[in-house]
């Protein structure tokens, strides 16, 4: 088994920034280091907002040298200011206290926020912040990143690879552990708004509790991300997928082989898993939905009946609303089969909830129930060839 070391790294070959068609991928044991599975892991890419993560460690570092704390005041400058989106919003000559920024930086993906950190990191020049990240990189071990700005804009020479970023990754979590939680935050409130994030894995799979999503044009869709589960964690990167959803899909997919495997054995076999994380069962792509909750989108009603449960602006709040519904009902809802539909009606996308394995009374009961509270509900006989994810919570 490869071994995957933060400050010694074997020497790489030199690769182009891969080509927008392909994708780079990369797991990690967080225990051992050994590489579990790589697909083009040293290509050459865009890093997008990964590169937020480089700019967070360095900011968890001045905190822990006392350089910094989390509730000071940093002044937001003319060019932190102008940062294309995503943004907080904030504007030159403004405060903002270091907290704010770093749970900005992780959630909205603000690169007024992240520029700002640099700033205040490096005398408020984001170019020798940049030299610092780049220097910083290699020292972990990265041997094949360059930074050139805190916030991960575009940048022809600011490139990284699958493996470099895992190395981040790795040393996020090792070293700065008091911080990690953070990454595990889905919203948080700024002058009276909630704000939303954008890793749905956060959301939808059972175990996953960080790190950072990115995306650029020219970058394609990223992510870091950790998930564990009963005492094993994997970090996964996936680089340069066309939209989010493929990129969520194939970290879900990877994800599950490898915890499936574990369950039923001691040691994970690297070819074994190499071949079922690159041959899909039935070679087709899944729908991110079924795997909420890090559920088998092999897993059937136990029963034909369903009830929907209203249509929603976002997937969280439909998955949220479910959720509530099955809590409340759990005596009725054995099953816990949890399904959230994405729909288009007159230039819209809503996101339809329901919920799965009732026989035809329950689901007629559970719909009178609901409806008496004003609350949308609907009983349906499924088809047979529907498809729900069986909850393991």
């Known amino acids: 088994m490869k071994k995957f070391v933060y400050f010694v790294a074997a020497a790489l070959a030199f690769s182009k920034i891969a080509a ?7 797991m990690v044991d967080a225990s051992s280091g050994d590489v579990l599975y790589q697909h083009n892991a040293d290509q050459k890419r865009y890093p997008a907002s990964l590169t937020k993560l480089m700019t967070l460690y360095i900011t968890f570092n001045a905190l822990e040298n006392g350089n910094l704390k989390l509730d000071d005041n940093i002044k937001v400058s003319h060019i932190a200011a102008g940062r294309s989106p995503s943004r907080l919003g904030l504007n030159a000559g403004d405060t903002v206290d270091v907290k704010t920024c770093i749970v ?7 690169n007024d926020c992240a520029t700002a950190l640099g700033e205040a990191l490096s005398g408020g020049d984001e170019r020798e912040f940049a030299k610092l990240m780049s220097k910083t990189a290699k020292q972990l071990g990265m041997k094949d990143t360059t930074f050139k700005n805190a916030s991960g804009l575009n940048h022809s020479e600011q490139q990284t690879t699958a493996r470099d ?42 175990g996953v509790d960080g790190m950072k999503t990115g995306y650029t044009l020219s970058a394609g869709f990223n992510i870091v991300t950790s998930a564990k589960r009963d005492g094993h964690r994997v970090i996964i990167v996936a680089m ?25 054995k ?18 087709q792509k899944k729908d991110i939905s079924q795997y909420a909750y890090n559920l088998k989108a092999d897993a059937k009603p136990k029963t034909d009946w369903a009830i929907k449960i209203g249509a929603f ?6 998955l949220k609303h479910a959720q509530s519904v099955q809590s409340k009902f759990s005596t009725k809802l054995s099953a816990q089969n949890i399904r959230i539909d994405k729909l288009s009606a007159k230039n819209k996308t809503l996101y339809r909830a329901q919920i799965a394995g009732l026989n035809k009374n329950d689901a007629n009961t559970l719909c009178t129930a609901l409806l008496s509270k004003k609350q949308d509900c609907v009983a349906v006989l499924l088809k047979a060839d529907t498809m729900f994810a069986e909850s393991t919570r």
């Open 165 to 206: 970023m895992a190395t981040l990754g790795l040393a996020i979590y090792h070293h700065f552990g008091k911080y990690y939680p953070l990454f595990s935050m889905t919203e948080f409130e700024y002058d009276g708004q909630v704000i939303e994030g954008h890793n749905n894995l956060l959301k939808t799979y059972q």
């Open 266 to 283: 001691q040691k994970i076999d690297i070819q074994a898993l190499k071949v079922a994380i690159e041959t899909p069962k039935g070679g």
């Open 20 to 26: 927008a068609a392909d994708t780079s991928a990369i």
């Open 240 to 264: 340069g997928h066309k939209t989010a959803d493929e990129r969520d899909q194939q970290v879900a997919m990877m994800m599950d082989r490898f915890f499936d495997t574990l369950e039923s």
């Open 104 to 110: 900005a930086s992780i959630v909205k993906s603000a």
């Open 313 to 318: 602006s976002s997937y969280d709040k439909a």
